[in-house]
């Protein structure tokens, strides 16, 4: 397992290439945004922003999907304030929110005086599906990933909305599987690398009614056309960087995880607002050697403000630790003891990254 010569990402993460130089995609498209011009992309955003407003009428002009977070609350800031549209925030429920992503979402809605529909899935369904997705997939975030993007485009349908303004194309911006290019539309944001190939379908038993399925279900890309509903990434329009983001929002009352940083994290801001997060991410580190610290201070390095050298140090020290904040949350939200954790933990633990030394795991390719 190599790692990025000029960031600290390893070769090990589905979709990152190493170039002749030992780049990353990653790093090289952080070059290549340096040299776009980014006044001409505003321009384009402003296109899609007017004909919203002319298709909509009296109803809303764009939806932005929200959590209370940094990045889309700036969403909401830009398409609400900057752009002048009607807006309809859409917000998938955390079933275990944080004290900061109450207040967050809370003083988002009263900052930006918006509108907001908040979708609560049934917690029976939720629950059984986070879990199979876990003990079978090692990522009970899956379940999270689909209903937001299926439920959001759902609800434009539901209110004929012509716009959503979702916020940066993940494979592009931080490299992976699906992208390799910026593009403005988002319309099949459900084949992105958190969905992958797979559906709702593909986790329905005799336990679970398809009648529970709805914002699960992404609608037939047929019927968001002929209903000419636009769905775009605004990281293609505004250079995006959650950092910058945090900056303007704090001004505006965003509140940082009190307690510091998680376990884990370089940042005290980032993804703080429920408690049923942190596990999926750490099983990156499982899986492909790395989690939250790496691509925490990746992006800081892509946006020079982290050397490589101090990104080191931080990876390697943060890296080792567990998510313990809310493990046991975690283990009764979904009715799961310990060892049946720590049996699926086995269960996908890439021996490839991984060995055994003294009874202890450690990593082959230490990062340096």
Known sequence: MKYCKTCVMPESKPGIVLDELGRCNACV?????????????????????????????QKYDCIVPVSGGKDSWFQTL????????????????????????????????????????????????????????????????????????????????LYEVPLIAWGEDI???????????????????????????????????????PRDTFFYTYPDYEKLEKANIKSIYLGHFIPWYGRRHYDIVKKRGFLERKKGPLSGNHLDYDNIDEKLCEINIWFKYIKFGFWRSTDQ????????????????????????????????????????????????????????VWEEVKGEWVLKFPLT
Not at 316 to 321: D, E, F, I, P, V
């Open 29 to 57: 498209t952080s070059i290549e945004k340096k040299k776009v011009d980014w006044e001409n992309r505003w321009n384009e955003l402003k296109l899609f922003s007017e004909n919203a407003k002319r298709l909509s009428g």
């Open 78 to 157: 830009i398409m609400a304030k900057e752009l002048g549209l009607k807006v309809l925030c859409v917000s998938l429920g955390a079933h275990m929110p944080t004290e900061e992503g109450i207040f967050n979402l809370n003083k988002m809605i009263d900052d930006l005086d918006i509108d907001i529909i908040k979708i609560m899935l049934k917690p029976s369904s939720y629950r059984k599906i986070r879990k199979k997705c876990f003990l079978k997939q090692g990522e009970p975030n899956w379940a999270e990933h689909c209903a937001m993007f299926s439920c959001v485009l759902n609800v434009a349908l």
């Open 171 to 209: 494979a592009y911006e931080f490299g992976g599987l699906q992208t390799n290019k910026s593009t403005p539309s988002a319309i099949t944001i459900n084949k992105n690398d958190l969905i992958k190939s797979k559906s709702i379908q593909d986790w329905l038993d005799n336990d679970i009614s």
């Open 297 to 352: 201070c990746c992006y800081d390095i892509w946006n020079d403000h982290l050397t490589r050298e101090k990104a080191v140090e931080i990876v390697n020290n943060l890296s080792k630790q567990f998510p313990e904040e809310y493990f046991k949350d975690f283990l009764n939200f979904h009715m799961i003891t310990e060892e049946q954790f720590w049996e699926t933990v086995e269960k996908f633990r890439n021996q490839d």
